[in-house]
């Protein structure tokens, strides 16, 4: 029997690494630039940034962001402290809140986010569009076959 390449492949590693050099070049471009975010928190901001219309709750982006309600938590916590954003009451369920950027959370989100494009362009080089429709399917099915 021909053993799985998968099996002799440490893909997940390389997934794993790849992520945590993006995460430390964005990182280390908020601290030179002194835009006062972590990557942590500029997930959550880019999330609740992207669902601002309607509004986002905690669950949510501990469900989007695949990120424990305690992690989500704190980081919001910090979020509110910072003025970046506010937690307000759920207008049809008052045991959850709905979480909004404030206008300095918005002017935030448009300092930080050139900065993690101009990393994601870097990353991803001179690679094409079919390029990347691959890679997002074949990141969408390991994540499938991980999550059934």
């Keep these: 029997m021909t053993p799985n390449p998968a099996e002799n492949r440490a893909y997940f590693f390389k997934i794993d690494t790849t992520i945590k050099k993006i995460r430390q ?32 709750s905690q669950n949510e982006l501990a469900e989007m962001t695949v990120k424990d309600a305690p992690t989500v938590t704190r980081i919001i916590d910090l979020l509110v402290k910072k003025g970046l954003s506010e937690r ?49 399917r074949i990141l969408d099915s390991i994540y499938t076959n991980i999550t059934v």
């Design 88 to 136: 307000t009451m759920a207008e049809n369920d008052r045991r959850k809140f709905k979480i909004t950027l404030t206008d300095a959370g918005r002017n935030k989100f448009d300092e930080a986010y050139p900065i993690v494009a101009e990393v994601r362009r870097k990353g991803w080089g001179d690679l094409n569009d079919d390029d990347y429709k691959t890679f997002v």
């Design 25 to 56: 070049q964005i990182q280390k471009k908020f601290d030179d630039l002194k835009v006062d975010l972590t990557v942590d928190q500029w997930v959550l901001l880019d999330h609740i940034y992207r669902h601002e219309i309607k509004g986002i």
